[in-house]
């Protein structure tokens, strides 16, 4: 007996997803010599202030990725103080890039996000360096970090920051097992608080002063005050 050859029309319904995205925003800024030149005035100042403090200088609690160095205490928001040199990074700089990085992750329901900015400073010397670490603070949407000051004359990976890829078995599609990211006075970074990343160490003399911080989807119930 013959087989009647298809003949209806064959349809299907199709939805293509991208799952567990990793987008990175690299945004370079010019013209900001003067506000750079402040900041790092006032981390080098905190840095000389407290370092030796261990309940000023975070890496004494033993719970961050910053090996050596300085870093702001977890109970102060470096990015609520009201400094000039700080309120200009808070408000032309990380706020317009961070709703342009929501837009670009969340689409239009991002404009109904009002991020609240956790910040803190990280002052390095030669040999200090950040262990591989994430973001994983509740209600967090993004995380970033800001470039102040760089070391001169170092040649690369130092100072570089590292990030892992989420997915290693994707190198058998042709990606990398790692992405790793020249820093640069000015430049901004913002990624998913659960892209993995650190910092190598740099060996020559200088300072490398940067500002990171988390943009939480509220205010968390905490004192966080100067």
């Known amino acids: 007996m013959a087989v009647k050859a298809q003949s209806d029309p064959i349809s299907f319904d199709e939805t293509v997803e991208v799952h567990y995205p990793t987008t990175v925003l690299e945004r370079r800024h010019h013209g900001c010599g003067d506000l750079n030149a402040a900041l790092y005035t006032l981390l080098k100042s905190l840095a000389e202030t407290n370092r030796s403090d261990h309940r000023e200088n975070a890496i004494y609690s033993g719970r961050i990725s910053t090996q050596g160095g300085y870093q702001t205490a977890k109970h102060r928001n470096f ?9 200009t990074l808070r408000e032309r700089i990380i706020l317009p890039a961070a709703a342009h990085y929501l837009t670009q992750v969340f689409g239009p329901p991002a404009s109904s996000l009002r991020p609240w900015l956790m910040g803190w400073a990280n002052f390095l010397t030669a040999g200090d360096w950040q262990a591989p670490h994430m973001h994983p603070t509740p209600g967090n949407l993004a995380s970033g970090v800001y470039y102040v000051r760089l070391p001169e004359g170092r ?3 130092q100072g570089w920051i590292e990030f892992l890829n989420p997915h290693p078995i994707s190198v058998h599609h042709g990606f990398t097992l790692t992405r790793r990211l020249e820093p640069e006075e ?7 608080p659960y892209h993995i990343h650190y910092v190598h160490p740099f060996r020559l003399p200088g300072e490398r002063a940067i500002i990171a911080f988390d943009l939480l989807r509220e205010r968390p119930n905490l004192d966080l005050t100067f």
């Open 79 to 87: 990015l609520e103080r009201t400094d000039a040199a700080v309120v």
């Open 186 to 192: 000015g430049k901004l970074l913002l990624f998913p």
């Open 155 to 157: 040649e690369p990976p």
